[in-house]
Each structure stands twice: as structure tokens, then as C-alpha cells.
């Protein structure tokens, strides 16, 4: 059995993962070490991802059996830097890489389809396996040079409307649960994207008519100044994008009918409302998103193809949870405590955190390891009494947050059926990638 390392290095999210005997070891994303979002840090080297990874464990570029690399750029890097022989070095395209990460990680059994789709990987926007216990073959890829990228229109939105690329799409996600149906906005948009009927979309020149449809109209108009304006330009996108991705899925489903479940994977499913729309759909049985939908996840993608060129990983498995990143312990605390001698503390169980919360403060949890992917999933997260409609506004001014922007509660799994309309797909939902809708008689408790 091998020690894998796995590691993402582009325009953002660095990442390097460790498969060590078949099994997820860890995952380290640099953003979350630097405290630096990656897109403000952009092509930035895993040097202390690197260096916890042996920290935490000892295991090095030079004393581990294989590295697999998503990206040209790092493979000269290691060669250059590292002494460990050329053979050990894998290359993992991107989009093979997420729909891989995606299909190993979702515990399916028997057909599976995997699809990704983003702004660009390597060659492609995306990519459709047909996956079976294990095996899988490339059905489609959709190039560059010839597709459009629903992604792509995502970024672009993002940034007309005054927020960051690779960082705020989720703010446009909400801002769009704000909106309504413009005729102008959705004929525009869908005349800059379209599905082809053979599992692309098109035309490959999507950017430049977007731009000049912003750039010689909206932008003019104020469009992107009005906050009613605003909210429907963003409706709209969504409107869009879920058509768009329905027309495929289905036309996908009705050629494989067989294949009754799907992995998802790419930045585009970063978006949970789209997701849920997949879901309710009803075309397939199950979904799964991968937890760390975007490039971030890219790492653990490329050191399970590796591990299972090795026959180290042969089928797809679930897992506990997500708690993978850098790990903070008593000693930490300990060591914290005796650097600020100023800090005041005292023991904490999760009971009297409990107490905390009911009593009406907002609680900070810092505990164990770090989250892989985008979710806040307890470990390093903000919580309060979700039943006071004050938190929302509160919370938001406190975080210096968009006041669209949502939070997610958090239901034990033993009460989950009583508080939200749940069919299927419960796995993926453990990891906030999915959303459900509340019950009539919890809309207005939470």
C-alpha cells in the first residue's frame, strides 16, 4: 500500500491532499492556513499545507510513494525544489480530477453518472463518466475552444455587480432568491447560452456577447446600481442556469436510463439552490455533490486516480465526515494559554454550549480539525439559537455581510424528517451542499 500525495496549485484554491493505504488521511487547503482567501493569493505554492502535512504526520514530497499534480506549472516546481525521482510524479487532468473526487467519495453502488462543469480546466469546461462499481469510462468532454461555460456567466455577473470573481458568486445566489422574472434580462442571457442537444453548451463565444450586452446596455442603464434591477438580473441567471442544466441531464438520462444516479462536481455546483432543483427533479434516484465542489477539491481527485491505478481504491465509499485540515488540540490550547497570559478561559462541554446558545449569545467553535471545502460544518463555525429572527440581521451587520446572504441551520439527524420535506439524497445534504425545503409548520419558527 502507498502513501499518495495529491496537490492543486492554479489561479486559486491550493489544496494538497494525502490517500495513505486506500484511505483519506488529510486535506490542507492554503487559504484556510494563510488566512488569506485564494483569490487574493492567486498561484500560491502549498508551502505551509507542505509543511503541516509533515508537521502533523511526517510525510514529505521526498519520503512519499507517489504525487499526483493537477497542474503543468507545480510539476516544474517539484522537479526544481525536490529531490524525488521524475516516475513517481503523476499528471491528473482537472476535469478528471473532479468527476474522479466526486465518484469515489459518494458510496454509490452499481451505474453512476459523474459530471463536472466549471469556467475551465486544463482542456475542457467539463466532463461526463459513466461510472460502474468502481470502473468508469469518459463518455463526453466538453472543449474550450467550442463551449460556453455556465460558470463562466456566473464570474462575469459577480463582477458587473461590484463583487469578487472566485469569491462572491454565492452572494449573487441569494441575491437572486430576492428577485423576479425580467422577459429582457432572461432573453439576454439565454440567448448568451444555450444547450446544443450533444452535452455542451454553446455558443463558444458566450463571453464576448455577454460583455457587450452588459457593457453597451445594463451598465449604461444603471442596471447594476438599481437593488430591485439587481435582484431580477440575478433571478434570471438562475432561471437560466437551471433550464440549461435540466436540458441536459435529461437528454443525458433519456440516453442512459440505466443510470440512475448522479455525482456533481465543478465551482457551478457551489450553487445549493441549483442543486436542490436537481435534486427535485426526480430524474435520478440520488445525487451527490461533492463537499469540496470546487478546485479545492481537485487535489483529493487526482491522488484517487492514482490510488486506483494502484488498485488501492476500487469502489466508491462514504465518508464520516469532513474534519480533515489541520488539527487543533488541547496542546494547541494549552500552548495559546500560556502565550496570553491576559486570556482568560475555562472548560467547555458541549452542554453548557448548548445552555450558551438557548440563552441567546452567539458562540464561536474551534475545535478539533478544520473543514475540507466551503462549509462550515461545525469544527470552525459561528453558531446561535436559530428560532430569534434578530440573528439574521445581526449576525450579517457583525460579519460585515451582504444582507441577502443566508444561514443554514442545523438539525440532528434524528429530527431532520420532522423539520424538512427530505426524498432522497441525504448523504450529500451532511455536507450543506444541498438544500431542502422547510415544513409549513417550521417556516416561521426558524
Known amino acids: 500500500m502507498s502513501t499518495i500525495i495529491g496537490i492543486q496549485v492554479s489561479s486559486h ?11 483519506i488521511l488529510s486535506i490542507y487547503e492554503e487559504e484556510k492556513l494563510t488566512g488569506i482567501k485564494s483569490c487574493y493569493n492567486v498561484y500560491a505554492l ?17 519520503n512519499c510513494d507517489y504525487v499526483a499534480l493537477t497542474n503543468f506549472y507545480f510539476r516544474d516546481f517539484v522537479k526544481k525544489n525536490v529531490s524525488i525521482i ?3 510524479i503523476f ?49 463526453h468532454s466538453q472543449p474550450i475552444s467550442k463551449t460556453a461555460s455556465l460558470a463562466g456567466l456566473w464570474a462575469s455577473t459577480t463582477d458587473y455587480l461590484g463583487w469578487k470573481m472566485l469569491k462572491d458568486e ?51 442603464e444603471g442596471v447594476f446600481n438599481n437593488d430591485e434591477l ?30 440512475k444516479k448522479i455525482c456533481l462536481s465543478g465551482g ?33 481527485g487526482a491522488a484517487l486516480k492514482v490510488a486506483n491505478d494502484l488498485g488501492e481504491v476500487t469502489k466508491p465509499f ?27 478561559f475555562e472548560h467547555m462541554t458541549y452542554e453548557k454550549v448548548g445552555h450558551l446558545i438557548n440563552d441567546g449569545y452567539v458562540v464561536g467553535v474551534f475545535v478539533g480539525n478544520t473543514e475540507y471545502g466551503p462549509r462550515a460544518l461545525g469544527n470552525r463555525s459561528i453558531v446561535v439559537k436559530p428560532t430569534d429572527k434578530k440573528t439574521h440581521e445581526y449576525l450579517n451587520k457583525k460579519l460585515k455581510r451582504t444582507e441577502i446572504m443566508p444561514f443554514a441551520p442545523a438539525v440532528l439527524e434524528e429530527y431532520s424528517d420532522d423539520i424538512f420535506e427530505i426524498k432522497n439524497s441525504r448523504y450529500t445534504a451532511e455536507f450543506m451542499t444541498l438544500c431542502y425545503n422547510t415544513k409549513e409548520e417550521w417556516v416561521n419558527k426558524i
Open 13 to 23: 484554491d491550493t489544496t494538497v491532499a494525502v490517500i495513505k493505504d486506500g484511505k
Open 46 to 62: 502549498p508551502t505551509i499545507s507542505l509543511k503541516t502535512l509533515e508537521n502533523e504526520h511526517g510525510i514529505t514530497l521526498e
Open 86 to 88: 521524475g516516475d513517481k
Open 91 to 139: 499528471q491528473v487532468s482537472h476535469h478528471i480530477s473532479h468527476t474522479l473526487g466526486a465518484y469515489f467519495t459518494s458510496g454509490m453502488e452499481g451505474k453512476v453518472i459523474s459530471f463536472s462543469h466549471d469556467g475551465k480546466g486544463n482542456r475542457s469546461r467539463g466532463k461526463i463518466l459513466l461510472c460502474d462499481n468502481g470502473n468508469y469510462e469518459e463518455l
Open 170 to 220: 454565492g452572494k449573487v445566489v441569494g441575491l437572486a432568491a430576492h428577485g423576479k422574472y425580467n422577459e429582457r434580462f432572461y432573453k439576454h442571457i439565454k440567448n448568451c447560452i444555450y444547450y446544443d442537444g450533444q452535452f455542451n453548451f454553446k455558443p463558444s463565444n458566450y463571453e464576448s456577447l455577454f460583455h457587450y450586452i452588459c457593457d453597451n446596455f445594463y451598465k449604461p
Open 230 to 259: 439587481r435582484a431580477d438580473f440575478a433571478y434570471c441567471l438562475q432561471l437560466v442556469t437551471e433550464e440549461s442544466i435540466k436540458d441536459l441531464l435529461i437528454d443525458l438520462k433519456n440516453k442512459f436510463p440505466e443510470y
Open 268 to 300: 457551478l455546483f457551489a450553487n445549493v439552490k441549483l442543486n436542490m432543483f436537481i435534486n427535485d427533479l426526480g430524474i435520478f434516484d440520488e445525487i451527490y455533490i461533492h463537499p469540496a465542489m470546487g478546485d479545492s477539491g481537485l487535489a483529493l
Open 318 to 344: 462514504k465518508m464520516d465526515n469532513v474534519f480533515l485540515g489541520e488539527h487543533h488540540g488541547v496542546e494547541k490550547w494549552l500552548q495559546t494559554i500560556i502565550s496570553e497570559p491576559m486570556l482568560e
